[in-house]
């Protein structure tokens, strides 16, 4: 059975057919414990309900490494094709990547879908691109994880491969169709350089106003902060990935007028080659004056979380940038942390110690607030202001500023 790769294909073609009934499948390794896979699946789950999958149920198993030919181990897989029958199950979903020969044969073996964390990644963004450069960005990523799958995907030429070299024609229609692929790879970068020359012109175009980046993991409120603080749209919705172009907007907060961007959200094992091509567009936080690190404090593993964007912010040399780190959903954090009937004082003081700590351990001026319930955001903004009124002194040191 080949694999329905969705390369090119137009948007809502990939898991969105229907509610397809999908199993997680995770495998426990030496350096990760049963709690951080679990919320690993977690986060898969969410991952694959974006998607359009519902999941039914999930397998996990302890090894030292994955198995070469199909990940998990031969009793797990007996297990998981009894678990295909009586759950009725369309799709299987491995939280890690599977090269293409464990995809073709775990195919053959499950008579099922297989589908890999990569993957699913690049399938929620090829339906949520909407400008000409997130797709090409999209389509560019597609194509540099296909390309070294090729060989694992040409189940149909096994009878023609010959002896040693496996020559024939087989081997060469592989060869013909990386070439395609590499052109088609060539070219799409050829399109972001042209793409990306038009956004350094737009950029230039803005003038010298302080510019600032909100970053932060997929689903921290990034987009519903982005909304409160310009008064504008920008689309917001509580799945993974809701954001994928930059949008900028021009905020004054009194007389002092800056420039905000949403840029698309961060994930843990986010795909390299995903990373390589939105680039372009995570040049509005390498260009950016001011680093606004959105954090869902409500989460159990945000600080893991953090930790993630902060390793992404190193690959782009960001990190050093002035950050304003922003906890953001105390109302949930409240509502899951403390007991209804904890006196005021003492959650004032836990979260006090909260925000010390995150303040210190991350170097950076820190703000707890809720974006959804407007909670705290006068402090935020006076936070903001000294921090842009700071950038603006840097920058024009003989000028006299009336803010």
């Known amino acids: 059975m080949g694999n329905d790769w969705n390369i090119g294909k137009k948007k809502g073609q990939g898991l969105r057919k229907e509610s397809e009934k999908a199993l997680l499948v995770g495998v426990i390794s030496r350096n990760q414990t049963a709690e951080q896979v679990a919320e690993y699946l977690d986060e898969l789950e969410f991952l694959a309900e974006t998607a359009g999958a519902t999941t039914i149920d999930r397998v996990v198993q ?81 194509m540099q994880y296909l390309l070294p799958r090729l060989r694992g995907l040409w189940t149909h030429l096994e009878r023609q491969r010959g002896g040693i070299g496996m020559r024939g024609p087989g081997e060469q229609e592989i060869e013909t169709d990386r070439r395609i ?46 909304n409160t603080l310009s ?99 105390i109302d949930k954090y409240r509502e899951e942390n403390f007991d209804k009937y904890l006196e005021e004082e003492t959650q004032a003081q836990l979260l006090e110690a909260l925000e010390k700590r995150v303040k210190e351990e991350f170097q950076a001026n820190t ?12 402090v935020l903004r006076q936070t903001m202001t000294e921090m842009i009124e700071g950038q603006y002194n840097v920058r024009y040191p003989y000028q006299t500023k009336y803010w």
């Open 181 to 226: 692929v590499r052109d088609k790879i060539s070219l799409l970068k050829k399109k972001l350089e042209k793409i990306d020359q038009q956004n350094v012109t737009q950029r230039k175009n803005r003038g010298q106003l302080i510019r600032v980046a909100l970053v932060g993991y997929t689903n921290v409120g990034k987009s519903t902060l982005m």
């Open 231 to 329: 008064k504008s749209e920008v689309f917001a919705e509580n799945k993974l990935f809701a954001t994928l172009d930059t949008t900028v907007r021009k905020v004054v907060f009194g007389a002092m007028p800056f420039l905000l961007s949403d840029t698309v959200g961060f994930i843990r094992k986010l795909p390299h080659h995903l990373v390589e091509s939105f680039k372009s567009t995570l040049d509005e936080v390498r260009e950016s004056d001011i680093i606004m690190h959105v954090v869902d404090m409500s989460h159990p593993f945000f600080e893991d979380q953090m930790k993630t964007v902060r390793e992404t912010l190193l690959d782009l040399d960001a990190a050093e940038k002035p950050t304003l780190i922003v906890l953001n959903k």
């Open 62 to 142: 302890k090894l030292d490494h994955p198995d070469k030919r199909t990940f998990v181990g031969k009793g797990k897989l007996e297990e998981i094709k009894i678990m295909i029958e009586l759950k009725e199950i369309d799709l299987i979903i491995f939280d890690d990547d599977l090269t293409g020969k464990q995809t073709n044969i775990l195919e053959e073996e499950l008579k099922r879908k297989i589908v890999d964390r990569s993957s699913l990644i690049l399938d929620i963004f090829a339906s949520r691109a909407q400008t000409a450069q997130a797709k090409t960005q999209v389509e560019l990523a597609q």
């Open 367 to 378: 703000v707890i607030i809720s974006a959804k319930q407007r909670e705290n955001l006068d």
